[in-house]
C-alpha cells in the first residue's frame, strides 16, 4: 500500500513540473509577441512634408482634406533615377528648356517635401544624345561650337547640385562635338541608348519628362 502511494505521489510531481514548464514557456511566448508588438508600434513614422515647396500648408494651398489624401515617397534611400535628354526645347519658341524643369522639381521634392540628400539617398543622371546634345556645349569654350547651348546656365546649376551628365560619342562624333567644347564635368558614354539601358539593369528608374 505504502509503495502505490509512493508511485502516485512521484507521478503527480511529474505532472506538476510539466504544468509549470508548460506554463512559462507560454509565458515566454507572450513576452516575445509584446516584445515584438512594442517594435512595430515604436517605430516613428515618417514626417511628409518635412517642409513645404510654396511656403503654404497643403490644406491652405489646395483645399481642407489635401493633407490626408496625399501620397508621400515611401522609398527615402538608394533612389536611382535617369532621364533622356534627347531635345533642347520644350516649345516651339523655345523659351524652356525641355526636362531640366522637371529634374529641379525632383531634387526639389526629394530634398524640400521629403528631407533627403542627393548622393547619400537619391541619384540623379541625365544621359544627352540626339538633339539633347547641346546641353553640353559650353559657349565659353575657348574652341566655339558652331550652335549655342541656350540654356547653359541651367545645366551648370543642376551640376552644382550634383546631376551627372554623360553625353553620347555616336551623337557627338555625327555633330562633330569634341571634348573642348563641351561644359568641363560632363562624361562621356559611348552610346546614349545603351547606357540608359545598363542603368536601367543597375536599377536606375527611367523617367521620361
Given at each position: 500500500?505504502?509503495?502505490?502511494l509512493l508511485?502516485?505521489l ?6 506538476t ?7 512559462m514557456?507560454?509565458?515566454?511566448v507572450?513576452s516575445?509577441?509584446?516584445d515584438d508588438?512594442?517594435?512595430?508600434t515604436?517605430?516613428?513614422?515618417v ?7 510654396s511656403?503654404?500648408?497643403?490644406d491652405?494651398?489646395?483645399?481642407v482634406?489635401?493633407?490626408e ?15 533622356p535628354l ?7 519658341i523655345c523659351d524652356?528648356a525641355?526636362?531640366?524643369g522637371n ?7 526629394y530634398?524640400?517635401t ?18 539633347g546634345a547641346i ?13 549655342q547651348?541656350p ?7 543642376l551640376?552644382?547640385k550634383?546631376v551627372h ?8 562624333r555625327n ?10 564635368g560632363?562624361k562621356f558614354?559611348?552610346s546614349g541608348v545603351?547606357a540608359i539601358?545598363?542603368?536601367?539593369l543597375?536599377?536606375?528608374?527611367l523617367?521620361?519628362p
Amino acid at each position: 500500500m505504502c509503495r502505490l502511494l509512493l508511485l502516485f505521489l512521484l507521478a503527480l510531481s511529474g505532472c506538476t513540473e510539466n504544468l509549470d514548464s508548460l506554463t512559462m514557456e507560454n509565458r515566454n511566448v507572450v513576452s516575445r509577441e509584446t516584445d515584438d508588438d512594442d517594435i512595430s508600434t515604436s517605430a516613428a513614422p515618417v514626417i511628409c512634408p518635412k517642409d513645404l515647396v510654396s511656403g503654404i500648408p497643403l490644406d491652405e494651398e489646395f483645399g481642407v482634406g489635401t493633407s490626408e489624401i496625399t501620397r508621400c515617397l515611401k522609398k527615402h534611400d538608394d533612389i536611382r533615377v535617369v532621364y533622356p535628354l534627347n531635345r533642347v526645347c520644350k516649345n516651339d519658341i523655345c523659351d524652356k528648356a525641355y526636362a531640366l524643369g522637371n529634374i529641379r522639381n525632383a531634387i526639389s521634392d526629394y530634398e524640400i517635401t521629403h528631407g533627403l540628400l542627393l548622393h547619400e539617398d537619391y541619384d540623379i543622371t541625365g544621359v544627352l544624345y540626339s538633339a539633347g546634345a547641346i546641353f553640353a556645349i559650353d559657349n565659353n569654350a575657348a574652341i566655339p561650337f558652331p550652335d549655342q547651348n541656350p540654356f547653359q546656365a541651367e545645366i551648370e546649376e543642376l551640376m552644382a547640385k550634383g546631376v551627372h551628365l554623360y553625353l553620347c560619342q555616336n551623337t557627338a562624333r555625327n555633330m562633330g562635338i569634341r571634348l573642348e567644347n563641351i561644359i568641363p564635368g560632363i562624361k562621356f558614354v559611348t552610346s546614349g541608348v545603351t547606357a540608359i539601358a545598363d542603368l536601367q539593369l543597375m536599377e536606375y528608374a527611367l523617367v521620361q519628362p
